[in-house]
């Protein structure tokens, strides 16, 4: 069994998308995956499965769909490909608070988008990551899920730096 983290976009959010985690780990194991484990509210989970990665997602999103009528997006990364993220994390992370990993459901092939207003924002597209520095503040930022999904044609999900750090321990923990 390979260990995946999985994580589902606009969950918990807003008050939007309600989804205790008790009812997600007990769908999830229901769905046949092993040792599953949420970490906060917001769409992080850690699972085992002998699937590959599209069959886990794609039965974690039609679960979902079934169950709490929500369609949400799904995308899972190994351990290796949330250490790679980390160790690839091209600007400064000594504030850690305006650091960001956006997820995306595939690779890509651009490299540059056309944001505007981004004052000193930055942001790195690298396959099937983006990696954002938000010095405005995650509040203030352009660079945003749905920019990003408009502009590149995909469906992503972002997570902080402590949450992606958090997120790797677990993961390795167990």
């Known amino acids: 069994m390979k260990k995946y983290i999985v994580l589902l976009r606009g969950i918990n959010v807003s008050g939007k998308n309600i989804l205790p985690s008790a009812e997600l780990r007990d769908l999830l194991t229901d769905l046949g995956f092993k040792n599953v484990q949420t970490y906060i509210q917001s769409g992080n989970i850690i699972l085992e499965s002998d699937e590959r990665k599209s069959v886990i997602c794609k039965k974690i999103n039609e679960g979902i769909q079934t169950k709490f009528g929500y369609d949400v997006p799904v995308i ?41 207003g981004i004052d000193n924002d930055q942001y790195l597209i690298d396959n099937d990551m983006v990696f954002i520095h938000c010095e405005t ?24 730096y402590n949450t992606t750090l958090k997120l790797l321990e677990l993961a390795e923990s167990n």
């Open 137 to 160: 503040g995650f509040a203030k930022t352009k660079l945003s899920n749905k920019l990003f999904e408009r502009k590149l044609n995909v469906s992503a999900t972002t997570r902080n």
């Open 76 to 116: 899972a990364r190994t351990i290796p490909q949330f250490k790679k993220a980390i160790a690839n994390y091209p600007f400064p992370t000594d504030n850690n608070k305006i650091v960001a990993f956006v997820y995306l459901n595939k690779k890509v092939y651009e490299t540059k988008i056309d944001v505007k």
